[in-house]
């Protein structure tokens, strides 16, 4: 079983910076590809990145290349999601997840545990 707890949202203007945090438990937390997902009011849960095992594969929506980074402290059981450029559309509650495999996915259905969220609102 693995817990995870994201920390880190808030509410920020258009063109700033968040880092989100997500510890989890766990003895073994470099086994588990982790990933990032958000939920706008109103819409379906979405990717947004994740990030392989061992730190080295990572993917990103569309709509966040280039602007988020993902990445992870093995030592600290700890994945963050480094968030600049914030827009708008951003706005959603940013969930952290993890897989019980290596290997990175998109797909919300293969992940196997999910924190509760926190909050991210970006004002214009």
């Known amino acids: 079983q693995v817990q995870l707890v994201e920390s880190g949202g808030g509410l920020v203007q258009a063109g700033g910076s968040l880092r989100l945090s997500c510890a989890a438990s766990g003895r073994t937390f470099s086994n588990n590809a982790m990933g990032w997902f958000r939920q706008a009011p109103g819409k379906e849960r979405e990717f947004v990145a994740t990030?392989?095992?061992?730190?080295?594969?990572?993917y990103y929506a569309d709509s966040v290349k280039g602007r988020f980074t993902i990445s992870r402290d093995n030592n600290k059981n700890t994945v963050y999601l480094q968030m600049n450029s914030l827009k708008p559309e951003d706005t959603a509650l940013y969930y952290c997840?993890?897989?019980?495999?290596?290997?990175?996915?998109?797909?919300?259905?293969?992940?196997?545990?999910w924190g509760q969220g926190t909050q991210v609102t970006v004002s214009s």
């Open positions: 990030i392989s095992g061992t730190g080295i594969s990572t």
């Open positions: 997840a993890a897989r019980r495999l290596r290997i990175v996915s998109v797909a919300t259905s293969e992940y196997d545990y």
